[in-house]
């Protein structure tokens, strides 16, 4: 796979970042649907929240609107950050009107979301081509692009393959949560991933959202990342926070667990979601507060990624 080095190069000039050194980057998303100003003072990498939906760019069959997420691709480019595209196939929130349309409309609607997203943003570095798998949530059209078949994902197989044919330089990720926290979702995880390697499915890296790690002990969220990389494909944990109202225990959680997942190998990239208190989905997990003064687990963060000045 791409999944590689210089992604995080940080060249926007952070004060000697030192991710610079690591090749990996550690960004975030966007906040109320749009970038904020201080976004490059502090990350290096860039995804939408839900602007990457196929639903948010396509409300209606015949409509296409890429406002939001050109803004978020051309602030990547301007500042030489890599964007990641969230998603291309996501069971939850599929587009209302694909459910009407026969197999082969449904098929011939998921190839062009993706040709025409690769041609509109062809320096794309990431991509969350699959999100959420089974059991997780499956989308309406699955039987369309491919079913169960042979392999039992053939429409995972096919969405890969699609999204390599379109977007041949960026690295595709499969993506889902609780596979780095509880060993039953673990397991299955991987082997899902071993019979999608199995079947040609051109995956070149592995999402960790995370959500649930900072409940957990880090040595065992450690442990589920080792077996992650088992497959032989590097780590992306996509989408962390930390859910906790006390300033400290969540700047003490933050310290341990960022840390090692900073120093792990098999971790390229690590993606926090959201960081604007009072703009993120799920409370506590904000990290600074509207008026820029940072919570002490921000405050540590960048400090050592030298950030933030």
């Known amino acids: 796979g791409t ?24 960004g975030n998303i966007t ?23 196929f639903s948010s760019v396509a409300p209606s069959r015949d409509v296409r609107d890429w406002s939001r997420l050109d803004a978020i691709y051309k602030y990547a480019q301007d500042n030489d950050i890599p964007f990641t595209e969230y998603a291309f196939v996501y069971g939850n929130t599929p587009p209302n009107w694909i459910g009407r349309l026969t197999a082969d409309e449904q098929r011939q609607a998921i190839r062009d979301w993706m040709q025409a997203f ?40 096919n969405s890969f393959k699609w999204a390599r044919e379109f977007c041949p330089g960026a690295t595709l990720i499969l993506n889902d949560y609780n596979n780095i926290e509880y060993t039953g979702e673990h397991d299955r995880f991987v082997e899902m991933v071993k019979a999608l390697l199995a079947a040609g499915a051109p995956i070149d890296g592995l999402g960790a959202e995370a959500h649930d790690a900072y409940k957990m002990d880090t040595g065992t969220v450690e ?34 667990q960022f840390t090692m997942f900073y120093n792990h190998p098999a971790v390229k990239g690590i993606t926090l979601w959201g960081y604007v208190v009072g703009s993120t989905w799920r409370d506590n997990t904000g990290l600074l507060h509207p008026d820029g003064t940072m919570r002490p687990a921000m405050a540590w963060l960048m400090e050592f990624l030298g950030r933030g000045e």
Not at 3 to 26: L, Q, R
Not at 226 to 254: F, H, K
């Open 3 to 26: 999944s590689g080095s210089g992604a995080g190069g940080s060249s926007h000039g952070s004060g000697g970042s030192s991710s610079a050194g690591t090749g990996k980057f550690v």
């Open 31 to 53: 906040t109320d649907r749009a970038v904020r100003d201080d976004f490059i003072r502090y990350w290096d990498q860039i995804a939408p929240e839900v602007e990457g939906w």
């Open 118 to 157: 690769c041609e509109r943003y062809p320096a794309t570095k990431y991509i969350i081509v699959v999100n959420e798998p089974p059991p997780h949530t499956t989308p309406v059209f699955k039987n369309s692009i491919g079913g169960d078949g042979e392999s039992g994902y053939d429409w995972i197989v």
């Open 223 to 256: 442990g589920f990342i080792d077996g992650l990389a088992s497959t032989g494909l590097p780590v992306y944990i996509t989408e962390y926070d930390i859910s906790l109202a006390d300033d400290e225990e969540q700047r003490r959680v933050m310290e341990e």
